[in-house]
T-cell receptor
Framework: NAGVTQTPKFQVLKTGQSMTLQCAQDMNHEYMSWYRQDPGMGLRLIHYSVGAGITDQGEVPNGYNVSRSTTEDFPLRLLSAAPSQTSVYFC???????????FGQGTRLTVV | SQKIEQNSEALNIQEGKTATLTCNYTNYSPAYLQWYRQDPGRGPVFLLLIRENEKEKRKERLKVTFDTTLKQSLFHITASQPADSATYLCALDHPQGGYNKLIFGAGTRLAVHP
């Protein structure tokens, strides 16, 4: 049982580059979300989705785009990376926002 | 907006003692509150969920209380062990824009010493 799979695990980008962080889940969950985690800040919600075709902004959405074309996949796009986006990114899925969330292993992103 | 506060200072306790972690929230009263454990370099792992109409929930050595009047949840680990050392996060669902969002506190690091 794979659960939530994130790729890549590590990434270094130059300022201005773009990239997509991948997230896939095999539990048929409707609710998926992206968080970033910075020291002392905890997990902050970037974007979330309540089902295929439906996305909404979280607490810190600027500089990030998402789409949800299938139930399984929820990619996070950085259009023009900035050093302030250096962080650890976690993808999570659950059957509902108020039920147990399953997290991926995280992507450690460094923007230089 | 919703604010979740957890003690940012690490909690250091002796093995065998009970660890008690606090989660306070403001503005909105959630229908559910959750606790997660996070180890270094890993994603958070779900531990317990408690509903607003439940005062207390137990799972093995873990106990969670939920006081909607005080807007506070307490998380207890009894007979603590060094393996319980980790960061513990509380989370709650927050409605906004027609959908509920799951938002987290910053977490409290627990260190259990032999």
């Amino acid at each position: 049982n794979a659960g939530v799979t994130q790729t890549p695990k590590f990434q270094v980008l130059k300022t201005g580059q773009s990239m997509t962080l991948q997230c896939a889940q095999d539990m048929n969950h409707e609710y998926m979300s992206w968080y970033r985690q910075d020291p002392g800040m905890g997990l902050r919600l970037i974007h979330y989705s309540v089902g295929a075709g439906i996305t909404d902004q979280g607490e810190v959405p600027n500089g990030y785009n998402v789409s949800r074309s299938t139930t399984e996949d929820f990619p996070l796009r950085l259009l023009s990376a900035a050093p302030s986006q250096t962080s650890v990114y976690f993808c999570a899925s659950s059957s509902h926002s108020s039920t147990e969330a399953f997290f991926g292993q995280g992507t450690r992103l460094t923007v230089v | 907006s919703q604010k979740i506060e957890q003690n940012s200072e690490a909690l250091n306790i002796q093995e065998g003692k009970t660890a008690t972690l606090t989660c306070n929230y403001t503005n909105y009263s959630p229908a559910y509150l959750q606790w997660y454990r996070q180890d270094p370099g890993r994603g958070p792992v779900f531990l317990l969920l408690i509903r607003e109409n439940e005062k207390e929930k137990r799972k093995e050595r873990l106990k969670v209380t939920f006081d909607t009047t005080l807007k506070q949840s307490l998380f207890h680990i009894t007979a603590s062990q060094p393996a319980d050392s980790a960061t513990y996060l509380c989370a709650l669902d927050h409605p906004q824009g027609g959908y509920n969002k799951l938002i987290f506190g910053a977490g409290t690091r627990l260190a259990v010493h032999p």
